[in-house]
């Protein structure tokens, strides 16, 4: 009824901007249990699963569920209602709008605050909530109701994707540790480098990092990543107006040509070379080589790209070039002039050369 587990793969939604010492979108916000984020969360809901440590702030627009043994090292303010769990422990203040709902032994270092009523019992989990409420209504025969609560709870209705970072992830300013597929949008900027089994980056993403996967990685178009792409036994597909800063390492590798690489292609099986797409033009903030228009050769553009190497006697020199060797009666220089031979004279260089 549920599909699919929705915490199976770290995704990053377009626009969301990771700084070095906080995460910022506009959606929600959910961490499965057991994952270390040493940042602050700013965002609308903020959800985290059981013993989730967070190095800073959590500022929900919305509502904030902290399940049993969350840390949060501080401060904790909620625009509307607040759920913590059991034994939760917030080192700074919790300031809520609307209600809050506490469990036992939860530890606030500097206080609490609530606009809302406040009732302190062991909140129950949402998916354990849930159910208990569809059995509850099940029982009493109110089937068109609880097919309206499922709707309610399933339906894919947001304006906005959530920021999902799947359980036993470690999550840093200097990476991103997970042992499931990664996403990344569009127009997105990340601090840290991103471990994961797959990576996929969307188009006009900056990485302050690498990627490092291990299977395939793919960098959309007009991507700038500050750091290495490397991949144990994928590939790696670099799309147009792309911009690799460091190496790439992996099995096949797909290039380009309106993709730049500063650094060297390791690939352990084939590197193939793409064509621009018609029409693509590249605005150039990824460090783009070339943009192509489309239409005749004639009326191409002069960042067009040009063949890197041209079959042998195909091609035109466009300088001349001078022999590499002169006979010695068509030197212009003066070999009987001492200077030339260090005071020897000619005959006397050739003796110095017969006896070595």
Not at 154 to 160: C, F, T, Y
Request: aromatic letters at 4%; charged letters at 30%; a negative charge.
């Amino acid at each position: 009824m549920f599909g699919s587990d929705p915490l199976e793969e770290l995704a990053i939604p377009d626009g969301t901007h990771v700084r070095e010492h906080d995460l910022v979108t506009d959606g929600d916000v959910l961490v499965g249990g057991q994952s270390d984020v040493e940042l602050g969360v700013r965002g609308a809901d903020v959800i985290a699963g059981e013993r989730v440590n967070f190095g800073g702030d959590i500022e929900a627009d919305g509502d904030c569920r902290l399940d049993m043994w969350c840390d949060v090292d501080g401060n904790v303010l909620v625009g509307q209602d607040a759920y913590l769990g059991e034994r939760v422990h917030v080192d700074g203040q919790l300031i809520v709008s609307g209600d809050l709902d506490i469990g036992d032994d939860v530890e606030v270092e500097r206080g609490f605050e609530a606009n809302g009523w406040i009732v302190i019992r062991n909140p129950m989990p949402t998916i354990v909530f849930l159910f208990v409420y569809l059995s509850q209504l099940l029982r009493i025969g109110e089937e068109e109701a609880a097919e309206e609560v499922v709707d309610e709870f399933l339906a894919d209705d947001r304006e906005l994707e959530p920021v999902v970072v799947p359980r036993g992830a470690d999550v840093s300013d200097d990476a991103w540790r997970v042992s499931t597929p990664a996403t990344v949008g569009d127009d997105c900027r990340m601090h840290g480098n991103v471990r994961a089994t797959e990576i996929e980056v969307g188009a006009g993403t900056e990485i302050f990092g690498s990627l490092r996967a291990r299977e395939d990685v793919r960098v959309g178009p007009e991507t700038v990543v500050h750091g290495d792409v490397t991949t144990k036994g994928g590939d790696v597909v670099v799309s147009p107006g792309s911009h690799v800063r460091g190496d790439i390492s992996c099995e096949n590798c797909e290039l380009s040509e309106a993709a730049e690489v500063d650094g060297a292609i390791r690939a352990r099986g084939e590197t193939n070379f793409t064509a621009v797409p018609e029409g693509f033009e590249a605005t150039g903030g990824a460090g783009a080589t070339a943009t192509s228009t489309g239409g005749d050769a004639d009326e191409a553009s002069p960042a067009d790209p040009e063949a890197a190497v041209v079959p042998f006697g195909e091609g035109e020199l466009t300088t001349e070039t001078a022999p590499a060797v002169i006979p010695l009666s068509e030197s212009e220089r003066d070999w009987n002039d001492p200077a030339a031979t260090n005071g020897d004279g000619v005959e006397g260089v050739i003796a110095e050369a017969e006896k070595q």
